[in-house]
Nanobody, 126 residues
């Protein structure tokens, strides 16, 4: 069983940047597809970015438009999301997730495919 803990959220002005981190414990994530998702009140959770187990491919939601970068360090059991050029509409709770499959089906952006979730970290852009 994998435990995931996100950090790095906060408040930032539009145009600013944040770097989210996700630390995994309980198992190595090197075999897992990993993803970032976000959710705002009253809306469904949506896929932000995903990365294959070995980091060989990355996928992004259409709204990202080149502003975010997902990365992983399997040696440290960590996942990251660098967010630049943030917009007010990026305000949400951001979640880290792990899929036990080593590949990312549906480009890793389908919430139903993931097995483990963190508690989330709030990102507020004003």
């Amino acid at each position: 069983h994998v435990q995931l803990v996100e950090s790095g959220g906060g408040s930032v002005q539009a145009g600013g940047s944040l770097r989210l981190s996700c630390v995994a414990s309980g198992d190595t994530i090197s075999r897992y597809c990993m993803g970032w998702f976000r959710q705002t009140p009253g809306k469904e959770r949506e896929g932000v970015a995903a990365i294959e187990s070995g980091g060989e491919a990355t996928y992004y939601g259409k709204f990202v438009q080149g502003r975010f970068t997902i990365a992983r360090d399997n040696a440290k059991n960590e996942l990251y999301l660098r967010m630049d050029m943030l917009k007010p509409e990026d305000t949400a709770v951001y979640y880290c997730a792990a899929d036990r499959k080593s590949w990312c089906p549906f480009e890793g952006l389908d919430t139903d495919e993931y097995d483990y979730w963190g508690q989330g970290t709030q990102v507020t852009v004003s």
